[in-house]
């Protein structure tokens, strides 16, 4: 079994927490959780981040629903002894086992929480916040994300989103381009210098939808020294999605490190927000399975270590203050 640190950088929890939170009862009775504190330690997950999504209907409420969640996520963390990591160096305590405990990352999905007014982006982060997806899969001040049918390029990042890129750059925040357009990516590789992430994406050339991100996208990632994370979501591994199991994860990885580098590839779940999951891989319980399967397909097991968590672990601690 691998030392170091395993992070899942991308989960929908707080969403269906949000959505149990309104209607008052337990979403397990209904919608059973992909993760909860107790699954992420059976698969030994160290560090989880949660995103925190506004969906289409509640745009208009975007920044009550996020400080709710943010809410949320608190309640939680306290509930269960996660620990909320700010910093570079609560990450290296969890990293070097000085902490037993589960770390919690908070991270926005798609910014529309920011859009009123970005002077908000400092109390986010004050609250905790360190990593943002700018877009999700629609247009919003921000920027332009694929839509689900097709790889549809628009506009790169609007005036508003670079302004974004260089305050969360100045505050120390990760940059997230997950579900971005293309031209958005180009944007942010011209406009930071900083390592950026995708944290739920795959391999486009073996799963062509609009999602998953072609070669030239995930050589972009490469060169500014950023990582992939391999998302779990069945129509994203195969084009036979019923039978996606937890070996398409494996090959994800594999044509991405080979093509960019076992440094630039990681594990982004997306767990709590996909409707269906993998064979093999149906819960956080299951993230432990990939450490055979990663060895059996050849990587070492310091590579196998830097895909299950060190990858995200270098650019969190390179990025976050
Ligand atoms: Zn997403």
């Known amino acids: 079994m ?3 640190i395993v992070i899942d950088a991308h989960a929908d929890t707080l969403l269906k927490l949000y959505f149990a939170s309104l209607m008052r009862f337990s979403s397990q009775e209904n919608d059973p959780l992909h993760i909860t504190k107790e699954y992420l330690e059976e698969g030994n997950v160290n560090v989880q981040v949660f995103a925190m999504f506004v969906p289409p209907k509640l745009e208009k409420i975007g920044l009550e629903v ?10 939680l963390a306290k509930e269960k002894n996660f620990t909320i990591i700010k910093s570079s160096k609560e ?3 969890i990293s070097h086992k000085k902490e037993s405990t589960t770390g919690m990352v908070l991270s926005i999905e798609g910014a529309i929480a920011l859009e009123r007014n970005l002077k908000i982006l400092p109390l986010v982060h004050e609250l905790g916040v360190r990593n943002i997806g700018i877009t999700w899969s629609r247009p919003n001040l921000f920027g332009e994300g694929v839509n689900f049918n097709e790889k549809k390029t628009g506009h790169g990042l609007s005036k508003d989103g ?5 305050e969360m750059e100045n505050l120390g925040m990760v940059i997230d381009v997950a579900h971005l357009n293309y031209e958005g990516y180009m944007d942010v590789m011209q406009f930071t210098d900083a390592p950026f992430i995708d944290s739920h994406s795959n391999a486009h050339s073996i799963c062509p939808v609009s999602r998953n991100l072609t070669d030239d996208q ?5 060169s500014a020294d950023g990582v992939v994370g391999v998302n779990f979501y069945p129509k994203f591994l195969s084009i036979t999605p019923e039978k996606a199991s937890i070996n398409d994860v494996i090959k994800h990885i594999k044509y991405i490190a080979e093509l960019i580098g076992v440094k630039h590839v990681g594990l982004g779940s997306d767990f709590d927000g996909i409707a269906t999951t993998p064979i093999g891989l149906e819960d956080a319980r299951k993230m432990k399975e990939l450490v055979p399967l990663l060895e059996k397909e050849g990587f070492s097991s310091k590579e196998t270590s830097k895909i299950m968590g ?3 672990e270098r650019v969190f ?3 976050w203050k």
């Open 317 to 319: 601690r390179k990025i």
């Open 162 to 166: 670079i302004q974004l890129l260089e």
């Open 66 to 75: 996020t400080l709710e969640m943010i809410a949320l996520a608190k309640d």
């Open 2 to 4: 691998t030392e170091s």
């Open 91 to 93: 990450l290296g305590y």
């Open 310 to 312: 060190g990858n995200f």
């Open 218 to 222: 995930l050589e972009m990632i490469g």
